[in-house]
C-alpha cells in the first residue's frame, strides 16, 4: 500500500480537519474583508453624520458705510485671528465714520479747516444764555416748586399754563431782552445787518447830488476855460462840454466801484419793507418771484412792535437761524470776488449787485404747533439714524423737515442778483460749496445796463443776467438740536435728550 495512502488512512480526522481549515481561509478572508469594509462605510457615515451635525461656522460680517451697498459677510469657523482682525476693521471702521462725522458737523457749524478755507466764521449764538433755554424740569421747579410730574399734571389747566408761562418768561426776559437789542442794534449793539453788508464788501453808486455838482463844476470850469471873455460857445464847442459832462459823471461812477466788490446795502436784506403788513404771521411779507414762498423779514423794532418775542422764543431762534443761512450766501458771494487773496472792484467782479437775500418763510416753526404741517406727520419722532426716505414732491433733491427726518432740517433762502452770464456757472458751484446747499431754482432775466447806469449802477464790459436764484439749505440736527429750544424741538419733532445723555 503506498505510504502516503496508508498515512492518510489512519490519520484522515486530521486531513479532513486540515481540509475544513484550508478551504475555510479563502472564504474567511473573503468574508472578513467585506466585513470591515462595511463596518468602515458605516463608521464613516456615523462619523460624518456626527461631524456635520457638531460642526459650528459663524458669519463675521462689517457694516458698508456707503448708504445702499451690501454689508461684507464671511462665513468660516471660529477662527481667533479672524475674529481679532473683524475687531479691529469694525473699530476703525466705526472711529472713520466719527471722524467723518465730526467733519461734517464741524463744517455745517461754521467751523474748523474745511469752513475757514471757503471763508465761512462760525454759527455762534448771539445770545447762548438764551438757547437752548431752560429745561422742563427748570420750568417746572420754578413754577411749582417740589411738585412732582403726577401732581402737575393732575392741576387744571387754567391754572397750569400760566403758572408755566411766567416761570418760562422770568427764567428767560433778561436773555429774551438781549436778544431783541442785538438784532434791533439797540441799546448801543452793532448793527448785524449793516455788518454783514460790509462782509460781503458791498457799497452803494454815489448819490445822484453829489454826481451832479461834479459834473456841473467841471463843465462850468471848461466853459470858463474856452469862453474866455464871456462869448457864446459855438456848435462844436458844445458838443466838446456835452461830452466831457457825460465823461465826468462815468468817472464818478467808475471811481465809486473802486473801493467796494458789488452794489448791495441793508434794504436788500429779507423782504422787501413795503410788502410787509402787520399782523398775520407777524408781517412775514408778500409773495415773490420764489412761488409760493414768502421772504422773511429782517428784524427790526416795527417787526417786533408788530409781533411781540418776548414770549416766543421761536422767532428769535428763526431769526439767529436766518443769519446762519445769509452768512453762508454772503462767504460765497466773497468767495468769487475775490482774485489772488484780494476783493475785486465791481467791474471786475462775478456778483456785482444783489437786489435781495432772504430766507423764506418756515411753516414748522411760523405756524402754531397745532396747526403746522408738523402736525399732519407722525407723531412719534423717527429714531437717530434710521433711513430717511427721499420725498420728491417736496422739491428735486427730495429733502425735506419732517418729524419722519430725525437727521437734519431744510430751509431756503432767496438770492436775486446781477451776475456776470459768463461767469454764472462759478458762482452756483461757490454757492453748493461754501456749506451743505444745493441750487433749486435759476431765474434768469435781461438787464438793461443803460437803464441802471443812469441811475449809477456801472457794470463794466461784460454783459450780465439778473438771476434769482432759491438755494437749499440742510442743517445737521447733531449739532443744531442741543441749541434748540423746547418750543423749537417740539416744533420739529426733535426729542429732548435723556438725563444721560445730558
Known sequence: MNPALNWTKKNWPVIVSGVVILGSLPTAWYFSNNWNKKIKEDTEKVATKDFNGTKVSIEYGVPNPISGEPNYTFKYAPNEEITKRFVEIKNELAKQAKAVIDRVNAFNRGVGADAQGVGRAEHALLVPELFPGPTQAQIDQKAFGGMDAPAIQALPQDKRDPAIAKALRDLTENALREMVDKLTANRNYPDLYTAMVRQANAGEPPAASDVLASVQDRVAREIERIGAGGRELTPEERVVV?????????ARYQGATKGFSLYMNQASLGAPVAANTPGGQGGRGAPTSSGDSLLRPIASAAVFRATPALENDRDLFLYQWDLWMMSDVIAAVRMVNTENGKPTAVEQSVVKRIDRLAATSFAALEMPVETSSASSLPVTPATPGAEVKPDYKVSITGRSTSMANPDYDVRNVVLTAVVSSERLPAFLDALSRVNFNTVLQVQLA????????????????????RATITLETVWLRQWMAPVMPASVKKALGVPEPTPEAK
Not at 435781461?446 to 450780465?464: C, M, P, R, T
Request: aromatic share 10%; charged share 35%.
Open 446 to 465: 435781461d438787464v438793461d445796463a443803460k437803464s441802471d447806469l443812469e441811475k449809477g449802477f456801472y457794470y463794466g464790459n461784460e454783459h450780465v443776467v
Open 242 to 250: 456835452s461830452k466831457l459832462a457825460q465823461e465826468t459823471r462815468m
